[in-house]
């Protein structure tokens, strides 16, 4: 039987625990890099410091004293709030009208499988990852190439199996991806990761422990997802409130993406440009005005190949991209199987897929060399710069159908290497960028050969290339 002492001092030791926990002013902070020795910001927070994201090198500090005084003790770690909060970039506007999967983007989807048949190649090679509010697994249109075993949950503890789907943005984003009706590649190996609850809201420590969990299982030899190349997309966005706020959740991304890199593993982000018709450099609107060599970022386009401009977010040099992202539909949680969507959070699905294809097709492809690949689709661009929907100051570069001579362009592609021919598009990465620890693995060199009538089908805006009008805002 315990003494009483012995019992008293486990009280107090749960007791103690409590407390911490129940603390109303107490902050989680992310902390970049790692802290060492169980301390924090010289001692402030000592013995409260978990080392908890290994896999990035990520530590959290859990305590009431401020960020700022937190970064002036300890200036070579920054400090990030945990639960800075993510907005999904797109809504589900309701059941699709006669309860059909019909919409203009299928028609582009169609002709892209043309080019890269669905039985030519093992979709297996390559996994998407869609971290949203989960899917609905048991959905006929993604069944067949749905991976729920594994995904997870980040967001229930109680539940960390339970990828299901209770808000309906997760399916309908995997659905522009791989859907078998909607998506733009439908043998795509969809892996649903639940980062947000039913109202579709996440938090920046949500993300972490979802790409931790990720790489921790990649970098494992006895894993399924080893050796497998990675398209990760994310259809959140953040608006940062200062510059020292952007400044770390920038680092945060950074880190993440440097750790797949670092640790030999594959693995492009596709993110969304966000839905506020802003420029994201501007609105501190991040991950979207972040740049990195494994990082697109995906505006919306129209029907017509325009930017949609009534809602869709831009950037001079920041986004890169626009895929089908207004009028669309796409797989829904409802009886009606079919919702009616719109956003850039729709977007960036439908260019993962893109990716994915691509990459299941050339699986030697570094992820560098498949981001320059979708940003020269784009091939010479026309100049539109009287369309009423684009932002007033901005000319957009757009392709759309018929509009290039598509055979002239074959010779013009820059995929593997620096050297030779020139990049078409602005924002593409030399091989010398990459982050150090990214070498090449066996059967990561050479190119591929991309046929240039893909930008028949993808409208994309290539960003990067976007020149302000004469006279307009600096």
């Not at 005084?69 to 709030?81: K, M, Q």
């Not at 729920?148 to 984003?173: F, K, M, R, Y």
């Not at 966005?237 to 890199?261: H, K, M, N, R, Y």
């Not at 190119?447 to 089908?457: D, E, H, K, Q, T």
Request: proline share 6%; hydrophobic share 45%.
């Amino acid at each position: 039987m315990m003494k009483a002492s012995g019992v008293r001092s486990l009280f107090c030791c749960c007791a103690l625990v409590l407390l911490f926990a129940a603390d109303a002013g107490a902050e989680r902070y992310l902390v970049l890099p790692p802290a060492e020795g169980g301390e924090a910001a010289g001692g402030l927070v000592e013995g409260r410091v978990q080392p908890l994201y290994r896999h990035l090198g990520i530590s959290v500090v859990e305590t009431d004293v401020p960020r700022a005084e937190l970064a002036r003790a300890n200036g070579d770690r920054i400090f990030v709030d945990a639960s800075l909060p993510f907005v999904a970039s797109g809504v589900v506007l309701g059941d699709a009208a006669g309860g059909q999967p019909l919409s203009w983007h299928q028609d582009l989807a169609q002709e892209f499988q043309q080019w890269i048949p669905l039985d030519s190649v093992d979709p297996s090679r390559v996994l998407l990852f869609i971290l949203d509010t989960g899917v609905r697994i048991d959905h006929p249109d993604l069944a067949s190439h749905l991976l729920p075993e594994l995904g997870c949950n980040v967001i229930d503890a109680d539940s960390p199996d339970d990828v299901g789907d209770d808000n309906g943005h997760g399916t309908a984003v995997a659905g522009m991806a791989g859907g078998d009706a909607t998506g733009c590649w439908p043998a795509l190996s969809l892996v649903p990761i639940k980062v947000a609850d039913e109202e579709a809201r996440s938090t920046l420590e949500h993300f972490a422990a979802a790409f931790d969990d990720v790489l921790g299982r990649a970098v494992d030899p006895e894993n399924p997802l080893w050796g497998k190349n990675l398209v990760f997309n994310v259809s959140y966005s953040v608006v940062c409130g200062d510059p020292e706020e952007e400044a770390a959740v920038e680092l945060f991304f950074t880190t993440v993406f440097d750790s797949f890199a670092r640790k030999g593993c594959r693995a492009l982000f596709c993110f969304s440009a966000g839905n506020s018709s802003a420029d994201v450099a501007v609105d501190r609107i991040y991950p979207a005005a972040l740049r990195h060599s494994c990082l697109v970022t995906v505006a919306a386009a129209n029907a017509g190949g325009f930017l949609a401009g009534t809602f869709s977010n831009y950037g001079l040099t920041e986004v890169e991209t626009a895929a089908p992202g207004e009028n669309l539909v796409s797989t829904g949680i409802g009886g009606s199987l079919y919702v009616d969507v719109r956003g850039t959070s729709f977007a960036a699905p439908f260019l993962a897929g893109a990716a994915a294809a691509l990459w299941a097709a050339h699986p030697g492809l570094r992820p560098y060399q498949v981001r320059n690949a979708l940003l020269n689709l784009t091939g010479n661009p026309r100049w539109l710069s009287d369309h009423r929907e684009a932002p007033s100051d901005y000319v957009v570069p757009v392709i759309s159908g018929g509009a290039v001579a598509f055979d002239s362009l074959a010779d013009k592609f820059f995929v593997a290497e620096a050297a030779g021919n020139s990049p078409l598009a602005l924002n593409v990465v030399m091989p010398e960028e990459e982050p150090e620890g990214s070498g090449e693995d066996e059967g990561a060199a050479g190119g591929c050969s991309v046929g240039s009538r893909w930008a028949s089908w993808l409208f994309l805006v290539p960003f990067g290339a976007v020149r302000r009008k004469a006279g307009g805002r600096r």
